[in-house]
């Protein structure tokens, strides 16, 4: 496996497009102060780039599920879930970094909606549908990509590339 040498997403495209994701986030919950539960580790950046540019009031909690090893999610979700402000009634908005078989995504969903929060909405910075199984749908997406394997600004390979500020393509 060997990284692009150029970015498949500049830094700069991926400030631009979280700006205008801030915009459309802002105008859905200006009535409302709602959770952003970040998806750990991969959407941490995209997260914190992200509550920079909004202009609502909101508290935070995190939640972590692991299913990946290498580049094949394993299908087993293990889920993590760590929230100062308590779920049940309130509007809650799912912080993701990438959709891609959607596995992760709906068990996250099932466990989100057992607290019983008053709404539930997902943000994916990145959203690869070609590889979709289970039926879950982001309500805003930063980008559609190819089948691709991408790491870098949160998203790993085995634990590298996260610190990249941009994303590449890993190369077979
Ligand atoms: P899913 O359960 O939708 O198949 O996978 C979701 C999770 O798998 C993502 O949140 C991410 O952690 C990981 N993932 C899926 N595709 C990629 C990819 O192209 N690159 C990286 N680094 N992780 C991915
Ligand atoms: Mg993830």
Redesign the pocket.
Known sequence: MQLSKEPFITADDLGARIRELATGIDAAFSQTTPVLLT?LK??KPFAESLTKKLTITFDTGTIQ?R??EG?E?TGN?EIDFNSKATVAGRHVLLI???????????ALIEHIQAHNPASLKIVSL?D?PS?R??AVNADWVGFTIED????GFG???NQN?RDLDDIRI?EP
């Not at 970094?97 to 709906?106: H, K, P, S, Y």
Request: cysteine-free; glycine content about 6%; overall charge negative.
């Open positions: 998806v991969g959407a599920a299913s990946y580049t999610s979700v993701e970094d990438i959709l891609d078989t959607g596995r992760t995504a709906a990145l690869k590889r199984i289970e691709l394997f991408v790491v998203m790993d390979y590339f890993l």
